[in-house]
């Protein structure tokens, strides 16, 4: 018999029954016997020194452990520094580690640790907790910190170059016949997912085990190690449920270090969860920007030349900024590009990723000044987006590992009737009753990162025809343990139902962290890695095997399905794996098997695209903007469950819709602080905010970026999304917003 493919179905979550019966455990909802609780006291000013720490009403007060400070925790044993998780290795969030001395670099800076029998003891001794500071001066906003920027070197540990340059910009820009300039400001974000970072840290003797919430559990491993100074194999991460994350728990932040330290403290196992407000100190934040694109064209709109300046925040110590700078460099085909990333220090901790990290922002610059241009030229703007079409990829010159970008436009233009749609930008061209109506469209790009190290994963079948998959990674909720069954089940010829998974957990074969919509790509070529040779293992047993039907048979005839090893085009041939494990005395079979990325020197472009469209209906009156449709269509390479796929993308099109309306943290100048550092106050997008969303992917095939082509759908959805919709508020009202989100305030 055999059975149809395993990838492409739409099986649900494997984490999904537990997180919505309540069954998953969290991070801080572990509770070997004598757990602790530790609550953080953080800064309430943002720049100066510590000159007094009154513990003494704390300590007395019921149940209370342990307070930690500056005065008396022990020193980290390796200095932090900021470097990347996406190679799997240690990924400080930031080159500072608090409680370390007296210096205050950031309001919610963590200064002391209360720790207590229970938790509410711990938050009320917490509140005891008596800090005095000498307050220096601060800079927190890019209005105060603006006459100070300099232009970065390196940014992220050198990940990202502190500028770009090909061609000659001069040239380019004396070529042109239309030059546009803007400047855009945008709001700081942060991620909120719904489950605050925590982590459960518990020794048995030298040996440490830390629950926590992860994108990368060996990246927690090796940050935590790094920072106590103790071998890595001494200390064990699990990760088995992540409520979301979006870049917040990528770097390994103090945390999980300080439950470890306070456990080993009180000698019993510690949770250490932030609250909601803290998350918004302490585990880094999309920083406040202001980018200036410059555009040079040709009347008929080809691209001549672009400009790009980048101005925004970083910490006292590190140099970060997200890499906006991508998409404009590498969406069209234009021959001049000159981009700088400018920054200032400023009394915030270091920035970190946010969900489409620089495709976010980056992307509603570009796509905005190009509905720009087509409209000062009188082009349609698919047709002008055409006219710029990267045939290869423009910072290189290399060909695309894969495209699709046209046929997103082709079929986005379909679904959504764009040929159907009334040029004017003319306020009230159309209306339905108060509501001015009008669309936008907008290119999206999203790289696929060539993470360096080899990826890997088990596979192991059992003679009674179950079999197990494993991976260390966690699923931070998009579906990674549905596709590691998926790809193994396929390659081993059996059903999804009848393999198990187990991943996040560093006891376990490593893939990347899951970040930059890498984890997709990365778990499907490591299992896939695993269980072609777990299935060639078995094949090439069964023809050696005297005992076996197949004996003799050349091993490339024999194929898989069902459990079942029999000759090409002859399923009721040969015998199952349990028939000939059985018949050799042994239970089971397994292979740890890898995959080793193709690396920056591909000779390829490697990214995703996608096309977005939105409708959108303004009330001029009351400043209002409703949208009313989003259509995306995105071209991800092979999609291994399109269930989790558009889920994927059509949480990233929602986020662009938060991005360009609602999403804000504001930052009090007066106080230095976060002002709205709660999910009452951060504005998200409900469902009553949500329109019909239509997605659609086209399947492109990639013979390059991993051996089934995955090229990743966390991020691209996001791209673009914001930029299709300022682009209908433009078509609605004739005015354009340039600065996000785009308030009722600013449209009234
Ligand atoms: Mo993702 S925002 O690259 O962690």
């Not at 940050?223 to 728990?249: H, M, N, Q, Y």
């Not at 590498?330 to 400023?346: D, H, M, T």
């Not at 699923?475 to 139902?497: M, N, S, Y």
């Not at 080793?596 to 469209?613: E, I, K, N, R, W």
């Amino acid at each position: 018999m055999s059975i149809p493919p395993q990838i492409g179905r739409n099986l649900p979550r494997v984490d999904a029954h537990a997180k919505v019966t309540g069954a998953a455990r969290y991070s801080a909802e572990h509770h070997p016997s004598g757990t602790a609780q530790a609550v953080l006291v953080c800064s309430e000013v943002p720049s100066g020194r510590i000159t007094g720490i009154d513990s003494s009403r704390a300590l007395a007060a019921e149940g209370v452990l342990a307070v930690l400070s500056h005065l008396n925790l022990p020193r980290v044993a390796a200095q932090p520094h900021l470097i990347p998780s996406l190679a799997g290795t240690t990924a400080h969030g930031q080159s500072f580690f608090p409680m370390q001395d007296d210096r205050i670099h950031y309001a919610g800076q963590p200064v002391a640790m209360v720790v207590a029998d229970t938790l509410e003891r711990a938050e009320y001794a917490a509140e005891l907790v008596e800090v005095s500071y000498a307050e220096e001066p601060w800079v927190t906003t890019i209005d105060q910190g603006r006459g100070e920027a300099y232009e970065a070197e390196r940014i992220f540990g050198g990940l990202v170059p502190g500028r770009m340059d090909r061609g000659d910009v001069e040239q380019g820009m004396a070529q042109a016949q239309v030059v546009l300039e803007n400047t855009h400001h945008f709001a700081a974000n942060h991620h909120n997912p719904i489950e605050p970072s925590a982590a459960t840290a518990v020794w048995d003797d030298h040996k440490l085990t830390i629950h926590d919430s992860t994108q990368g559990p060996t990246a927690t491993r090796l940050t935590v190690a790094e920072l106590l100074g103790i071998p890595p194999s001494d200390v064990r991460v699990i990760s088995e449920f992540v409520g979301g994350s979006f870049g917040a728990k990528a770097m390994i932040w103090a945390h999980p270090t300080l439950a470890a330290m306070a456990a080993q403290h009180v000698r019993a196992p510690v949770t250490l969860a932030l609250t909601r407000t803290q998350t918004f100190s302490n585990t880094g934040h999309r920083e406040e920007q202001e980018h200036t694109l410059t555009l040079g064209a040709r009347l008929d709109g080809t691209l001549t030349a672009l400009r790009y300046r980048k101005l925004s925040p970083t910490s006292h110590y590190d140099d970060w900024a997200e890499p906006s700078l991508g998409p404009a460099a590498q969406i069209y085909a234009c021959p001049n590009f000159e981009g700088v990333y400018s920054l200032f220090r400023s009394n915030t901790m270091t920035p970190t990723f946010m969900r489409a990290p620089g495709e976010g922002t980056g992307a509603f610059v570009i796509e905005t000044a190009m509905d720009e241009l087509a409209h000062e030229l009188g082009i349609d703007p698919i047709e002008l987006r055409l006219r710029n079409h990267a045939d290869t990829d423009p910072e290189t010159g290399n060909p695309w590992s894969s495209k699709g970008l046209k046929e997103c436009y082709a079929r986005g233009a379909e679904l959504f009737d764009w040929a159907s749609r009334d040029p004017r930008p003319v306020q009230g061209a159309r209306r339905d009753g108060n509501w001015l109506l009008g669309t936008g469209m907008a290119s999206a790009i999203y790289p696929v990162y060539g993470v360096m190290n080899p990826q890997r994963a088990r596979a192991r079948v059992y003679a009674d025809g179950r079999a197990v998959l494993e991976t260390g990674c966690s699923d931070i909720g998009t579906g990674a343990g549905v596709i590691l069954r998926q790809v193994g089940a396929e390659v081993l010829g059996l059903t999804a139902e009848s393999v198990s998974v187990h991943y996040g957990d560093t006891e376990l074969p490593n893939t990347v962290a899951a970040v930059g919509s890498a984890g997709a790509g990365a778990i499907s070529a490591a299992v896939h890695a695993a269980a072609t040779k777990l299935r060639d293992q078995l094949v090439a047993q069964a023809v050696a095997d005297e005992g076996s039907p197949l004996h003799g048979a050349d091993p490339g005839e024999v194929e898989v399905s069902d459990g079942r090893m029999s000759l090409r085009g002859a399923p009721d041939t040969g015998e199952t794996y349990g028939q000939m494990l059985g018949r050799n005395m042994t239970f089971d079979a397994e292979a740890v098997g890898a995959w080793h990325p193709p690396g920056p020197d591909s000779g390829y472009g490697m990214a995703t695209f996608g096309a977005q469209f939105a409708e959108v209906a303004v009330d001029p009156d009351l400043g209002l903007v409703r949208v009313r449709r989003m259509t995306g269509v995105f071209a991800p390479g092979r999609v291994l469950n399109p269930r989790t796929a558009h889920s994927q993308l059509m949480g990233g099109m929602l986020w662009g819709l938060g991005q360009a309306l609602l999403e804000a943290t504001h930052m009090e100048p007066n106080q230095g602080r976060w002002a709205n550092p709660s999910l009452g106050e951060y504005l998200l997008p409900v469902n009553a905010d949500a329109p019909d969303v239509v997605v659609e992917t086209i399947e492109v095939e990639d013979r390059v970026v991993n051996p089934l082509g995955v090229k990743g759908v966390g991020e691209i959805g996001q791209v673009g999304a914001a930029a299709a919709i300022a682009n209908a508020i433009f078509h609605a009202t004739g005015r354009r917003f340039r600065d996000l989100p785009i308030t009722i305030e600013s449209v009234m």
